[in-house]
């Protein structure tokens, strides 16, 4: 369970903290030249443009990865309970149901 926890981290720090700024990042006019000549997005720095387009992107995609877990919790639990009060039409009576067996 470590391991895939720490494999999720890894790969989120990826997909949000290195790829989004580097795909947006012009780096050809520094060295190694070689390498740098391949990443030609559209920011040569952090310019306002920046701030509005990729760090926009940044903010809301934490906002989205610090509100999931909460969000698939109140799922869980929240799907059970209504197909519970769907199935006795929505009375407090435990014993009423529409399903005719246990399973």
């Known amino acids: 369970m470590t391991s ?45 443009n920046w701030y ?9 995609t934490m906002l989205i990865q610090a509100c999931l877990p909460y969000l698939t919790v109140i799922v869980g639990m929240g799907k059970p309970w209504l197909m519970r009060r769907l199935d006795n039409s929505f009375t407090n009576d435990p014993y009423k149901t529409k399903q005719t067996a246990m399973s």
């Open 52 to 60: 509005a387009n990729v760090g926009e992107l940044l903010v809301e």
């Open 4 to 48: 895939i926890a720490n494999f999720v981290f890894a790969a989120y720090f990826f997909n949000t903290g290195i790829l989004l700024v580097l795909i947006n990042a012009n780096l050809t006019e520094h060295w190694p030249y070689s390498l740098t000549q391949f990443v030609d997005g559209a920011y040569y720095d952090y310019t306002p």
